[in-house]
């Protein structure tokens, strides 16, 4: 059985949104839920890709089949990459050393340019109310940061003033951002998690972990982490959990 922990004057408003959205869970089995206590969270965790900014595995796997990488999409993943996209993404090589093993593997001259190219085919779209609600968490006292398996190409557009179309990087919005390729180590390795709730000196018990990956969220479970598992783009803004920290829990 699973039981709520509702909070305020507006009881029952929150009390039907959370019915409502126990029966969504109820339909959509891939949306793993552990009871959120409000009250109890102080720092909040996001993944970037399918969370903060839409994503795009068939624009990832176009962007790399147009630079000659004719198996990409049996090369390339939505949410944990390998061989040496996973060697790029975990800091294990630089850039240059991709940009080297993308030429070897299509038999051609590749860029850098190219490569960042490729890579930004993974990036929709960045929806607006993400960038806000992560503004008014913020505004409300939490800490919140980003716990991203990601790597220097993504960031080169990411962590620019392109980014949201109004100047800001993807930093402006975070208090401070754990990056696999800076971190050394790829989610769910929990290494990268525990480097997080060190950096945010925040325990398990009060950090909220929002992240599309089933098996990151697991990750974050056996941690002790509270969790919050939305589909692949969906609005998680509109979850209840979301919307009574928006609303900031006195």
């Keep these: 059985m699973i039981s709520f922990l509702i909070i305020g004057s507006?009881?029952?408003?929150?009390?039907?949104?959370?019915?409502?959205?126990?029966?969504?869970?109820?339909?959509?089995?891939?949306?793993?839920?552990?009871?959120?206590?409000?009250?109890?969270?102080?720092?909040?965790?996001?993944?970037?890709?399918?969370?903060?900014?839409?994503?795009?595995l068939e624009g990832g796997i176009k962007g790399f089949e147009r630079i000659g990488l004719k198996d990409a999409r049996q090369r390339l993943d939505a949410f944990v990459q390998k061989g040496v996209f996973a060697d790029l993404e975990a800091g294990r090589i630089t850039k240059e050393e991709f940009r080297a093993e993308m030429c070897r593997m299509t038999g051609r001259e590749v860029s850098m340019q190219e490569c960042y190219e490729a890579w930004h085919?993974?990036?929709?779209?960045?929806?607006?109310?993400?960038?806000d609600c992560i503004m008014r968490l913020r505004e409300n006292g939490y800490k919140v940061c980003l716990l991203s398996n990601t790597n220097p190409f993504m960031m080169m557009w990411a962590d620019s003033p392109a980014f949201d179309g109004?100047?800001?990087?993807?930093?402006?919005?975070?208090?401070?951002?754990?990056?696999?390729?800076?971190?050394?180590?790829?989610?769910?390795?929990?290494?990268?998690?525990?480097?997080?709730?060190?950096?945010?000196?925040?325990?398990?018990?009060?950090?909220?972990?929002?992240?599309?990956?089933?098996?990151?969220?697991?990750?974050?479970?056996?941690?002790?982490?509270?969790?919050?598992?939305?589909?692949?783009?969906?609005?998680?803004?509109?979850?209840?959990?979301?919307?009574?920290?928006?609303?900031?829990?006195?």
């Excluded at 085919?121 to 960038?131: E, I, K, S, T």
Aim: hydrophobic share 35%; with cysteine.
């Design 121 to 131: 085919g993974y990036a929709d779209y960045v929806p607006q109310r993400n960038l």
């Design 166 to 250: 109004k100047g800001h990087p993807l930093s402006y919005y975070f208090d401070k951002m754990y990056l696999s390729f800076e971190c050394g180590v790829m989610k769910p390795n929990e290494k990268i998690f525990r480097m997080m709730l060190e950096g945010q000196q925040a325990t398990p018990e009060e950090t909220l972990f929002v992240d599309d990956g089933e098996v990151n969220i697991k990750t974050a479970q056996t941690l002790g982490m509270q969790t919050l598992c939305p589909h692949d783009n969906e609005d998680w803004t509109q979850f209840p959990e979301i919307k009574l920290l928006c609303e900031k829990i006195d």
């Design 10 to 56: 507006e009881n029952k408003k929150h009390a039907n949104a959370f019915k409502s959205h126990l029966f969504f869970i109820s339909l959509q089995q891939n949306y793993i839920y552990n009871k959120v206590e409000p009250k109890k969270i102080k720092n909040i965790a996001f993944d970037l890709g399918g969370v903060v900014l839409a994503l795009s």
